[in-house]
């Protein structure tokens, strides 16, 4: 992806030569999975991929918008029954909404985007979207609106234009991000705080299975459902319990018999999720890596059997990994497809990689794709 492709289709179709350009980046997740709609931490990083866009002021109320990689354009309006039919201009035109539901100005504009997030491979290609077009625009306009709730009208653009309940860890990720940082997000209070992350003689590596789940998002919106009624029902006993961040074991184990079976599973792996964050944390603070290690699998066995989020091709990744004696593997993201994110030693790194790309072609036909992990910056204006 290229600065100058875009800015070459933005002048081709609209002859202006002088857009602005902005980019917000995709993110990876250490650990905290499924754990930022339950108020509780999550440890993400910003990385070197991303969507750029070339943007312009047309001076009428119409979104004129093309996306470069799928060559598909779409013409909007800024009211609510403008929305269009096309799938990633929803993004876009629920971005501008959440702006003007918030009492912001929006006006017309010229764009032309592409990414090179690879999509539904957990690296929040639709976060990175909502990031680039939430932050140009209140900058482009003077909004004089924070990060923070750049990030929520991101998050409110999944809940009310796409569908998807999400929690914030993937805009609040892209909007904040710093290179070589990971942040520790506590989603209840958003306080956060930026780890360095240069974990000496190791390297992070995702192995993109290429799996896409097209259930994934009544999936996603079923499992927060589960959390929720696990919560209320806890709340009975603890009126201090808002979300399953505040609870304990005992507490769940208090109303296992009130709640499905499901739901115990879905709640217990959240709040053992929780624990692992802060363990996370701690062995972060003395470069303890093992422990790290130790933690991801722990969060891919929690995610695999409690909260049923993982696949066959992930499983076996995961399980390939463990016999390659790689530090720490898990799936990341929302899950039901996508990547493994796996911390290995610099020493293992290529004979790893080249038997999972061979061990995973033989079993399931293609390689897995290999990304390097690049810890980088948020959004922001090229
Ligand atoms: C998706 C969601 C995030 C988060 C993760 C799982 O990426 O957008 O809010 O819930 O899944 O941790």
Same mark, same amino acid.
């Given at each position: 992806m290229t600065k100058q492709i875009i800015l070459n289709k933005f002048i081709d179709l609209f002859g202006d030569q002088n857009p602005e350009i902005y980019t917000s980046p995709g993110r990876i997740?250490?650990?905290?999975?499924?754990?930022?709609?339950?108020?509780?931490?999550?440890?993400?990083?910003?990385?070197?991929?991303? =969507?750029?866009?070339?943007? %312009?002021?047309? /001076?009428? &109320?119409?979104?004129?918008?093309?996306?470069?990689? #799928?060559?598909? +354009?779409?013409?909007?309006?800024?009211?609510?029954?403008?929305?269009?039919?096309?799938?990633?201009?929803?993004?876009?035109?629920?971005?501008?909404?959440?702006? =003007?539901?918030?009492?912001? %100005?929006?006006? /017309?504009? &010229?764009?032309?985007?592409?990414?090179?997030?690879? #999509?539904?491979? +957990?690296?929040?290609?639709?976060?990175?979207?909502?990031?680039?077009?939430?932050?140009?625009?209140?900058?482009?306009?003077?909004?004089?609106?924070?990060?923070?709730?750049?990030?929520?009208?991101?998050q409110a653009t999944e809940h009310n234009y796409v569908g998807v309940k999400c929690g914030i860890m993937d805009q609040f990720a892209s909007l904040f991000g710093k290179k070589d940082h990971l942040m520790r997000l506590d989603t209840k209070s958003m306080e956060f705080e930026y780890y360095p992350f240069h974990p000496e003689g190791y390297s992070l590596v995702l192995l993109d299975t290429r799996v896409a789940h097209e259930l994934a998002s009544s999936a996603y919106n079923k499992r927060r459902e589960s959390c929720e009624r696990a919560a209320d029902a806890i709340r009975e006993n603890h009126s201090e319990v808002e979300f399953l961040r505040d609870a304990s074991m005992e507490m769940l184990n208090e109303v296992k018999k009130d709640i499905s079976e499901e739901d115990f599973m879905r709640a217990q792996y959240v709040i053992e999720e929780t624990q692992r964050v802060h363990d996370v944390s701690d062995a972060l603070q003395k470069d303890d890596y093992e422990t790290v290690g130790q933690k991801m699998y722990e969060t891919h066995h929690g995610m695999s059997k409690l909260y049923e989020v993982s696949c066959e091709e992930l499983d076996f990744l995961n399980d390939l990994a463990k016999k390659h004696q790689v530090t720490g593997s898990r799936v990341m993201g929302g899950g039901f497809g996508g990547c493994t994110i796996n911390l290995v030693k610099d020493e293992l790194y290529q004979q790893f990689i080249t038997d999972a790309k061979s061990e995973f072609k033989d079993k399931y036909g293609h390689e897995p794709k290999v990304y390097d992990v690049v810890i980088s910056d948020g959004a922001r204006k090229l």
């Open positions: 997740n250490l650990i905290g999975e499924h754990t930022d709609y339950n108020g509780s931490f999550v440890f993400p990083g910003a990385i070197d991929k991303g =969507i750029i866009a070339a943007i %312009k002021l047309n /001076g009428t &109320d119409k979104i004129n918008a093309f996306a470069l990689d #799928l060559e598909d +354009g779409a013409v909007f309006g800024l009211n609510e029954e403008d929305l269009p039919k096309e799938g990633w201009a929803k993004y876009i035109f629920g971005v501008c909404r959440e702006i =003007i539901k918030r009492g912001g %100005k929006i006006e /017309g504009f &010229d764009t032309v985007f592409s990414g090179d997030v690879p #999509l539904g491979a +957990g690296m929040s290609s639709s976060a990175a979207l909502e990031s680039t077009y939430a932050f140009a625009l209140n900058d482009m306009l003077d909004l004089g609106i924070d990060k923070f709730e750049l990030a929520k009208i991101g």
